[in-house]
DNA sequence: GAAACGTGGGA
DNA sequence: TTCCCAAGTTT
């Protein structure tokens, strides 16, 4: 479905609003560029991965002191970028990041890809990260689809509380929405996502801050509860999950030093799931046995 | 398409 | 306190 005029006209606010309130993040300020290139916005959107700003902040600065460059990670151990990675959560990003920066110094000849295409091979690169290096990093001209964005077109076009699951429709609709001019694009797709991560967000909308308010047809609607409910999450307490982060914790917390199998999470409640924790951390990567015990893959 | 995959902070 | 959910990707 091709988007209204009226549409286009709403979200033609945007652009100004952004200019007036973006917030002053690291990877949007000049130096940054200058320091770390195309290189310093890959590694911020693996980070960004579903995990908050804020808490991304510190680690970015961090990571890429240590490792200013794709060949610089390239040459690291899997085990110091697991470290590295530190309680950022979900660490097999820190793997693929790794594994990136193998493939760009290898393939690339160390140079992060423009081509979006390119990108998309690489490990750990979706459809997001990938448009949004390239507009981000290069300023090429791509919908950069993520979840804020989702929810402002969700609500502002089609009046709905949330937007539906993740589709190819969404790069379509986006595509669909960007302004000609490729700078113009660009600063459209961070000011959609601006909006969604700072008033238009998924519970207590600002709606009495939002440029685009009076032709919001979510809130024309009377921001209905549209019924769509988000699946919800499971339960973290008690989960696989949880376990692998108790058995990655200590590892960190041991390395470079492997801890004894007996000695790994001993009094987790459930002992066979303890087990199978380590099992798959093994397999996925993020763990290594030997005689030693289990320690950070060497 | 659904499920799996960490961690911590705010409401 | 409990629940929600955060710049997603992979299988």
Redesign the pocket.
């Known amino acids: 479905m091709p988007p209204s005029s009226a549409s286009l006209a709403l979200l033609s606010r945007l652009p100004e609003w952004y200019r007036s309130t973006a917030r002053d993040?690291p990877?949007?300020r000049p130096a940054f560029h200058d320091e770390f290139g195309a290189w310093g916005v890959l590694v911020?959107?693996f980070m960004?991965?579903?995990?908050?700003?804020?808490?991304v902040i510190p680690h970015l600065d961090a990571w890429l002191a240590r490792w200013p460059t794709p060949k610089d990670m390239s040459a690291a151990s899997t085990a110091e970028v697991v470290q590295q990675w530190a309680?950022?959560?979900?660490?097999?990003r820190a793997l693929?990041l790794h594994r990136a920066a193998v493939e760009i110094t290898d393939r690339h000849g160390g140079v992060v890809p423009r081509d979006v295409d390119a990108l998309l091979a690489l490990?750990?690169?979706?459809?997001?990260?990938?448009r949004?290096v390239a507009v981000f990093a290069y300023g090429d001209r791509h919908p950069v689809v993520?979840?804020?964005t989702r929810r402002v077109l969700a609500r502002a076009v089609e009046g709905r509380a949330q937007p539906g699951?993740?589709?190819r429709r969404d790069l379509d609709l986006m595509g669909s929405l960007l302004p000609d001019d490729v700078a113009a694009a660009a600063e459209f797709n961070a000011a959609a996502?601006?909006l969604?991560?700072t008033v238009c967000?998924?519970?207590?909308p600002r709606c009495e801050l939002c440029p685009l308010a009076d032709g919001c047809a979510w809130l024309a609607a009377g921001r209905p509860d549209t019924g769509d409910e988000?699946?919800?999450?499971?339960a973290?307490e008690g989960?696989?999950?949880?376990a692998?982060?108790?058995v990655?914790?200590l590892l960190r917390g041991s390395a470079p030093d492997a801890v004894p199998l007996v000695a790994v999470i001993p009094d987790w409640p459930d002992l066979r799931q303890r087990d199978r924790a380590i099992d798959?951390l093994i397999a996925d990567g993020?763990a290594e046995a030997d005689g030693e015990g289990l320690s950070l893959p060497r």
């Open positions: 993040l990877w949007r911020s959107e960004l991965q579903q995990t908050p700003v804020t808490r309680n950022l959560g979900y660490p097999r693929w490990s750990g690169i979706g459809d997001y990260t990938a949004a993520d979840t804020n699951p993740p589709s996502m601006e969604g991560a967000t998924a519970r207590s988000r699946r919800r999450q499971a973290y989960s696989d999950r949880q692998r982060g108790a990655l914790r798959s993020l």
